[in-house]
């Protein structure tokens, strides 16, 4: 393995352009002289590469380099197997020292890599990285993996994941114990864990929030493949995959051969208890529970009959909204009584009460002596909002949403009028439908089909709605009318062999943020109109459960988060849509997600 240490210099020197730009123009002025760009090298390392027999206790290894270096990220310093320590590191001249704070095991293979780590002295240049390789004991393992993790939403690679390789296969060997085998993701994802033993692993990843290389589920994500996996590859000095690249390099990062694949995603809390409680108004307060399925046998407020609370929890069953129906004055203090599932110190769901009291700041009090000069217009109306969206009113309708829970509604009231071209006002016909998670909230969907060039206007008449508190609401009306920029665009996607249910979001080019969304089950065409000329990307869910949210994934339960897919456009999958421009794009489920 002596042989490494010459390789490793003649390498440096040869690869020495892929992380510099060419010489300075010499026709420019001078500046007092070039600016350094030639990242630091290293010129010796003692012990050699592939030591064997190295001392469980007092080993230290000195990397040598070209120039003066400093230590920017020590953490990006990484030994595996990992040890509860950290190593020590120490620059000492030109020299980088490294040593550890507890002892080694014996006859084990250890790297010791460094990316992102090491910069020189005067320029701030980073040193490319590097891993080293020794042991304990009379051999070098000789195996080794590779792999990508990704965002498990946006399939984005993932930098400076922990990457954890045990030998113990039980599913509490990852909360428990450090692996045998340990690394970080470069800036694409990727990761090698090389010079490992020819044997059956689990493989997990994770960003590890306190570096201490075991998954802790209250705050860290994670990544996991089901199988075991054994190693296929020989470790070499000479593969590709363990070189050290440029990351800009996108041709050389590229080709480097990526045998796994894991997604990272959070997993939902498994103990269930109450974490928090308000009280938001005089007759509102809502709950909130650790872990999603909050399993409620009963909940009462004292001093009201059952019939008069109103609850609402959200999709996810780990956050209730609770109202009180009654003309009555709020008491200072609402007592919640609620009986529950609560985990208790063995991790069981037992039955649980809890005696919630939650009192209301004398400010807050709409009608209290002190506030009366200072009560405002919305203190004594029915609250909401009402509003419709050019680009998405043919989809969503008109959006009326109110703060509190209505007791009487006039919906027969309610005026839909659309002005066409000539100015000529017609009655038109909508419907009603009650938003099926969200009792506060309805959709007012026209019938016919809206026409560009007319104006449609929704009319909500005065003392149309009462809600709990007793308050009528005030009239209003909203305007909208389809978009009539000639620059806008339109996507259609024209579903085929769709055997299943499924999410498709229209995200933009940051993929952060969800423009549009269809739900649908069925083959047929998806429309998206009124698009800006950019570039946007399409997200495919498959919706396993079919409750229409996208669901992560367990750990235990050994389930992955449901499968994602971006549209591929061409060998991108980013779609550049032009300005005035109708699209089609055909879309064959069964082959987006057809078995790898």
């Known amino acids: 393995m002596k042989r490494l240490l010459p390789l490793i210099l003649i390498t440096g020197a040869c690869l020495l352009p892929l992380f510099f730009p060419s010489c300075a123009n010499t026709t420019q002025a001078p500046s007092g002289g070039k600016k350094d760009t030639i990242p630091p090298l290293i010129i010796d390392i003692k012990p050699l590469p592939g030591a064997v027999q190295v001392p469980t206790e007092g080993a230290s290894f000195v990397f040598t380099f070209n120039e003066y270096v400093t230590i920017k990220t020590p953490a990006n310093i990484f030994l595996s197997p990992p040890q509860r320590r950290p190593p020590k590191s120490r620059i000492r001249g030109h020299d980088l020292v490294v040593s550890f704070e507890e002892p080694l095991e014996p006859n084990t293979t250890y790297t010791l890599s460094f990316t992102d780590a090491i910069a020189d002295t005067n320029e701030g240049n980073m040193f490319p990285g590097y891993t080293y390789v020794f042991s304990t004991g009379a051999q070098i393992d000789s195996m080794m993996m590779t792999g990508t993790v990704r965002d498990c939403n946006t399939l984005a690679p993932v930098k400076g994941a922990t990457v954890l390789l045990h030998k113990d296969h039980a599913d509490s060997a990852v909360f428990l114990h450090r692996p045998y085998a340990a690394v970080k993701t470069d800036d694409w994802g990727f990761f090698v864990l090389p010079f490992i033993q020819d044997t059956l692993y689990r493989i997990y990843a994770i960003r590890d929030a306190n570096n201490d290389n075991i998954y802790d589920p209250e705050t860290e994500t994670i990544a996991f493949i089901d199988s075991l996996i054994r190693p296929v590859m020989v470790a070499s000095d000479t593969v590709p995959e363990i070189l050290k690249y440029d990351m800009l390099d996108t041709l050389r990062c590229l080709a480097r051969r990526s045998e796994h694949e894991l997604k990272l995603f959070r997993e939902k809390p498994s103990k269930q208890f109450i974490v928090n409680k308000v009280r938001t108004a005089e007759r509102s307060a809502y709950l909130t529970f650790q872990a999603p399925g909050a399993w409620i046998d009963s909940l009462w407020i004292r001093g009201y009959r059952s019939d008069q609370v109103i609850s ?285």
Not at 531 to 553: C, M, P, Q, V
Not at 576 to 595: C, R
């Open 312 to 596: 609402q929890f959200n999709i996810l069953q780990d956050s209730l909204e609770l109202w009180i129906n009654s003309r009555r004055a709020a008491p200072d203090t609402m007592r919640i009584y609620v009986n529950y599932r609560k985990t208790d110190t063995l991790g069981r769901l037992v039955p649980a009460q809890e005696v919630i009291r939650l009192s209301l700041p004398q400010e807050k009090r709409t009608y209290s002596k002190t506030q009366r000069r200072n009560i405002k217009h919305e203190d004594t109306v029915c609250v909401y909002t009402f509003k419709a969206v050019p680009e998405t009113v043919e989809q969503n309708g008109f959006e009326l949403e109110f703060r509190n829970p209505i007791i009487s509604e006039r919906f027969d009231s309610v005026q839909f009028l659309a002005v066409n071209t000539r100015q000529r006002q017609t009655r038109a016909e909508f419907t009603v439908e009650q938003d099926s998670l969200n009792l506060r909230r309805y959709i007012l969907r026209p019938k016919d089909k809206l026409m560009p060039g007319f104006e449609y206007m929704m009319k909500l008449p005065h003392r149309a709605f009462r809600d709990i508190n007793g308050f009528w609401s005030d009239s209003t009306q909203v305007k909208v009318s389809l978009p009539s920029d000639e620059t806008l665009s339109t996507l259609e996607l024209d579903l085929s062999g769709v055997d299943r249910k499924l999410i498709v979001d229209l995200l933009g080019e940051k993929r952060d943020k969800i423009l549009r969304t269809h739900i649908t089950d069925r083959d047929g065409t998806l429309l998206f109109p009124y698009l800006k000329a950019g570039r946007y990307s399409i997200r495919i869910t498959e919706d396993g459960n079919r409750n229409s949210i996208i669901d992560t994934g367990s750990l235990l339960e050994h389930r992955q988060p449901e499968k994602v897919v971006f549209l591929d456009f061409s060998g991108s999958e980013y779609l550049d849509i032009p300005a005035s421009t109708e699209l089609t794009q055909s879309v064959a489920v069964g082959e987006l997600f057809k078995t790898e």
